[in-house]
């Protein structure tokens, strides 16, 4: 009887701990996608585009620069993925988070700027 009532004891105790280390990675995804919008914007906002609003839960972020210019934003683990079309011509970027949003507008004008 004792044995049955520590084997669930145990049981709910590895559930209880599984449960708390999804929401644990839920929160972390949440604030690094939270992170990712907020740059996302204000490089929107230093280079004259537009973000556009964000999906719930989406780890991609689009700016508008022009007809013939849009950005993609992807956070994946320790980067930020970041892809450009210019009429029809792709370039990507990988930064860290760490780096600032004026640094990442100086990258996509180097890339703009043969």
Request: charge should be positive; glycine fraction near 6%.
């Amino acid at each position: 009887m004792i044995e049955q009532q520590d084997r669930r004891a145990e049981r709910k105790k590895r559930e209880e701990h599984g449960r708390a280390v999804v929401a644990a990675r839920k929160r972390i995804r949440e604030e690094q996608l939270r992170q990712l919008h907020l740059l996302a914007s204000e490089v929107a906002t230093l280079i004259g585009g537009t973000a556009r609003a964000p999906v719930a839960g989406n780890a991609w972020m689009f700016v508008d620069l022009s007809e013939s210019h849009e950005l993609s934003f992807y956070r994946e683990g320790d980067q930020i993925n970041i892809r450009g079309r210019v009429d029809g011509k792709r370039y990507e970027l990988n930064v860290s988070p760490r780096v600032s949003s004026a640094d990442i507008v100086k990258a996509i004008n180097k890339r703009l700027i043969p």
